[in-house]
């Protein structure tokens, strides 16, 4: 059931669907997706922000890839599968593919992310794509999700057109899966600053080893640079 939404936001709401040319039924589910914790802070009145739809939209996200790349490249390893999947459900892939739809220019943000550029900040951009993904799937079930998230996927697709859209958890986690007996564990050691500019610190360890350390505006993406330092400690890149 669709609560009461303002003039201002029901008129976005409005725009970004003309935009990705998908009309919600419960447009609770949008309003939802595209608000940004700072907003629903300052909001308040209830208000939601998209990390719980940010949560699903990335399963969704993930089933739906899969399954296409499971069809479409019907000649490849599951270990070349997966790094192409890890290349289109990166942050750095998902802030392009938002770029397209202008996504940036729809979020609902509070004055501070605002006044800081948090409209162009891949974290934040990036979690509101998959936050929609979310909407689109509990709006219009896995086959409207499906057909939004394949919008976006190169339709001649290869292994060069994602090759530059790296994934170094991936690949770590790769080269540790040669030896069964390895884990390899990322631990969050320092989160700070406020909503609008936030630091976190992420250590990988490697049998309760620090391997590699990393810095970011997100936690993925402070755990991205901790197994990029991992992995040119061990020469890998």
């Given at each position: 059931?669709?609560?009461?939404?303002?003039?201002?936001?029901?008129?976005?709401?409005?725009?970004?669907?003309?935009?990705?040319?998908?009309?919600?039924?419960?447009?609770?589910?949008?309003?939802?997706?595209?608000?940004?914790?700072?907003?629903?802070?300052?909001?308040?009145?209830?208000?939601?922000?998209?990390?719980?739809?940010?949560?699903?939209?990335?399963?969704?996200?993930?089933?739906?890839?899969?399954?296409?790349?499971f069809k479409y490249f019907r000649h490849l390893p599951e270990g070349d599968l997966?790094?192409?999947?890890?290349?289109?459900?990166?942050?750095?892939?998902?802030?392009?593919?938002?770029?397209?739809?202008?996504?940036?220019?729809?979020?609902?943000?509070?004055?501070?992310?605002?006044?800081?550029?948090?409209?162009?900040?891949?974290?934040?951009?990036?979690?509101?794509?998959?936050?929609?993904?979310a909407a689109v799937f509990l709006d219009g079930g896995m086959n409207a999700a499906?057909?939004?998230?394949?919008?976006?996927?190169?339709?001649?697709?290869?292994?060069?057109?994602?090759?530059?859209?790296?994934?170094?958890?991936?690949?770590?986690?790769?080269?540790?899966?040669?030896?069964?007996?390895?884990?390899?564990?990322?631990?969050?050691?320092?989160?700070?600053?406020?909503?609008?500019?936030?630091?976190?610190?992420?250590?990988?360890?490697?049998?309760?080893?620090?391997?590699?350390h990393g810095e970011g505006h997100s936690k993925k993406q402070a755990e991205q640079?901790?197994?990029?330092?991992?992995?040119?400690?061990?020469?890998?890149?």
């Amino acid at each position: 059931m669709n609560s009461t939404i303002p003039a201002d936001i029901s008129s976005k709401i409005g725009r970004f669907e003309e935009t990705i040319g998908y009309t919600f039924k419960n447009k609770d589910l949008i309003w939802e997706a595209l608000s940004h914790s700072s907003f629903a802070n300052e909001y308040k009145k209830g208000r939601h922000s998209n990390e719980r739809l940010e949560f699903l939209g990335d399963s969704v996200l993930s089933i739906v890839i899969s399954e296409h790349l499971f069809k479409y490249f019907r000649h490849l390893p599951e270990g070349d599968l997966t790094k192409i999947r890890a290349s289109l459900v990166c942050e750095k892939a998902l802030f392009e593919f938002a770029g397209q739809i202008h996504l940036g220019d729809f979020i609902l943000l509070g004055k501070g992310e605002e006044n800081t550029g948090g409209r162009n900040r891949p974290s934040i951009v990036s979690d509101a794509f998959e936050a929609v993904i979310a909407a689109v799937f509990l709006d219009g079930g896995m086959n409207a999700a499906k057909e939004y998230v394949l919008g976006f996927i190169p339709k001649e697709l290869d292994k060069n057109s994602v090759k530059n859209l790296q994934d170094y958890k991936t690949i770590l986690q790769e080269i540790i899966q040669r030896n069964p007996e390895e884990r390899v564990e990322y631990v969050l050691r320092d989160e700070s600053g406020p909503d609008h500019d936030r630091h976190f610190v992420v250590e990988v360890c490697l049998n309760n080893n620090v391997i590699g350390h990393g810095e970011g505006h997100s936690k993925k993406q402070a755990e991205q640079q901790a197994a990029k330092e991992a992995l040119a400690l061990m020469g890998e890149i």
